[in-house]
């Protein structure tokens, strides 16, 4: 996928080594997930690409206006305030490194100001709409059981696609119903899993018409298996998801990611306080999750208007 991505931008050889050392750095010091790093190369091979049309080889002589006007090339392309944050944030991280390792005297960042992005409020599932999906699947068949398991499991524990995919046998407890999960740069976590995701994953784990199935010579230690045998990949976890939606006559779409949101919102909604929800979800920061409030706010505002003997009564 690395070769792929560096064979679609140009950049001189000295950029690319010092991306390269720059990528390992962070690989090491931070942890990053293959998915962020992947994200953070191709930002900055597209950032790279772009400056060395214009004469930059080296990352010594690129400069604040340089940053500017990529900036202004990708609002005119329409990219999202969000999108351009998360490229002009692995461009930051580059800058500042190149000063702590010598490479610069300045930080070419440093005055640019960073895209507003105002906080997004996710829109779950009902909970009678994730009744019909989790109803869905048809525990006949080895696939059957488990995607029955993983979209219990989702909901129940409120795990990202990449820990779902990633989740392995000696990572599960379900005799006192948690699991260890490998989030975010590889931070650990031990998070409960509900009753009822409890008995999924047993049928799916020990009855022999389950995991049993799909094991093939190769299998290793992975959780949810294709019918190859190998864990299952993100883009494969996508596509169940929505083809369970549709079966399951739910109109919106419902992606992976709305699973976590849903677990999130309806603990919430149901009672469970902030703090918890932070730390089963694995967010770092208290203000990522505090985006549910606004969902709950919202649920709140719609129910008043619609039972409140008042606000019912039709407007003379």
Known sequence: ????????????????????????????????????HCSYEKDLLEFGDFVCKKQIADWTDVQAEHVSEWLARLNADGIS??????????????????????????????????????????EAPTEEEITRLLDAPVPATPQGL??????????SSGLRASEICGLELQSLNLEDGVILVHGKGNKERLVPVGKSAVKALTNYLYDEGGRQKLVKAK???AVFLSQWGRAISRKMLWVLVQEWTTRAGITKKIHPHE??????????????????????????????????TAVAKTRLIGEHARTHPLERKPKS
């Open 146 to 155: 488990r995607d029955r398991a993983m979209l219990e499991l989702m909901y």
């Open 259 to 292: 699973l976590r949101h849903a677990f999130a919102t309806h603990l919430l909604a149901h009672g469970a306080d902030l703090r918890s929800i932070q730390e089963m979800l694995g967010h770092a920061n208290i203000s990522t999750t505090e985006i549910y």
């Open 1 to 36: 996928m690395r070769r792929k991505q560096s064979s679609r931008f140009k950049l001189a050889p000295a950029m690319k080594v010092a991306m390269g050392d720059f990528l390992s750095y962070l690989d090491l010091e931070r942890g990053l997930s293959k998915n962020t």
């Open 219 to 221: 299998t290793g230690s």
């Open 81 to 122: 305030a969000r999108s351009v944050a998360r490229k002009l944030s692995a461009l930051h991280l580059l800058a500042k490194w190149l000063v702590v390792e010598g490479q610069r005297a300045d930080d070419f960042c440093e005055i640019v100001s960073r895209p507003t992005i105002g906080k997004s409020v996710p």
